[in-house]
Antibody
Framework: VQLVESGGGFIKPGGSLRLSCAAS????????MSWVRQAPGKGLEWVGR??????????DYAAPVEDRFTISRDDSKNTVYLQMNSLKTEDTAVYYC???????????WGQGTLVTVSS | NFMLTQPHSVSGSPGKTVTISCTRS????????VQWYQQGPGSSPTTVIY?????PSGVPDRFSGSIDRSSNSASLTISGLKTEDEADYYC?????????FGGGTKLTVL
C-alpha cells in the first residue's frame, strides 16, 4: 500500500488549497479513505472521510471543518482530494491521507503534506 | 461525545515491558474497535494494533493490545523493549461516524 499526498504549501488566511492523495498497491474502488491532520507539536485530529462509490461516495467531517472542507475521489485516477476553503491559522498542520480499516483491517497512512496558513 | 485519555509519557528500560493505557470517558470501551498507532520522530503514523488486539503483518508480537471493561480502557503492551520502540503512541476509536484520537503518549526507552 502506498499513499502519496501533495498540494501542501503556504497560504494566507481566507484562502483555498486542494490536497491530493495518490493511492497504489490496493483496490482503490473498495477503499474507505480519510484525512487526518497534525498541528505542529500536537496530536492527531481526524478531518473527514469519503466512502466507496457503491456506498454513494458519502462523506463525514469533523465539526471544525465541516462547512469549509470537501473530500472527493476519482477512482479512475486512484486519487482522493481534500478541498480546503476559508482557511484559518488553526488549520496549519501536516495532513495525512489514510486508507481506513474501521478496525477490521489495518489503517495505512501516507507521508503527509504540510499546510501553513499565515499572513 | 467521548474522550480518550492517555498518559503524557511512559518510560522503560531495554528488555522490559511497558503498558500504555487509553481510557474512554463515556460509553463502553467495548462498543467500538480501538486502534493504536506508532509515530517515530519526523515520521508518519503506522498501525501497530487494530480491532482492539490484532497485529498487522510485520508488527512484532512484542506488541499486544487489549481492552478492560472494568476500567473502560484499552491498553497497548510492549514487551522486550527496544530502543527503536521509542516513539509517540496514539489510541483511536469511533464515536458514531467520527474518529476520536487520544492525546498521545511519548514512550522513552531509557
Amino acid at each position: 500500500v502506498q499513499l502519496v499526498e501533495s498540494g501542501g504549501g503556504f497560504i494566507k488566511p481566507g484562502g483555498s488549497l486542494r490536497l491530493s492523495c495518490a493511492a497504489s498497491g490496493f483496490t482503490f474502488t473498495n477503499a474507505l479513505m480519510s484525512w487526518v491532520r497534525q498541528a505542529p507539536g500536537k496530536g492527531l485530529e481526524w478531518v473527514g472521510r469519503i466512502r466507496r462509490q457503491i456506498d454513494g461516495e458519502t462523506t463525514d467531517y469533523a465539526a471544525p471543518v465541516e462547512d469549509r472542507f470537501t473530500i472527493s475521489r476519482d477512482d479512475s485516477k486512484n486519487t482522493v482530494y481534500l478541498q480546503m476553503n476559508s482557511l484559518k491559522t488553526e488549520d496549519t498542520a501536516v495532513y495525512y491521507c489514510t486508507q481506513e480499516g474501521l478496525g477490521i483491517s489495518p489503517d495505512y497512512w501516507g507521508q503527509g503534506t504540510l499546510v501553513t496558513v499565515s499572513s | 461525545n467521548f474522550m480518550l485519555t492517555q498518559p503524557h509519557s511512559v518510560s522503560g528500560s531495554p528488555g522490559k515491558t511497558v503498558t500504555i493505557s487509553c481510557t474512554r470517558s463515556s460509553g463502553s470501551i467495548a462498543s467500538n474497535f480501538v486502534q493504536w498507532y506508532q509515530q517515530g520522530p519526523g515520521s508518519s503514523p503506522t498501525t501497530v494494533i487494530y480491532g482492539d488486539k490484532e497485529r498487522p503483518s510485520g508488527v512484532p508480537d512484542r506488541f499486544s493490545g487489549s481492552i478492560d471493561r472494568s476500567s473502560n480502557s484499552a491498553s497497548l503492551t510492549i514487551s522486550g523493549l527496544k530502543t527503536e520502540d521509542e516513539a509517540d503512541y496514539y489510541c483511536q476509536s469511533y464515536d458514531g461516524s467520527n474518529q476520536v484520537f487520544g492525546g498521545g503518549t511519548k514512550l522513552t526507552v531509557l
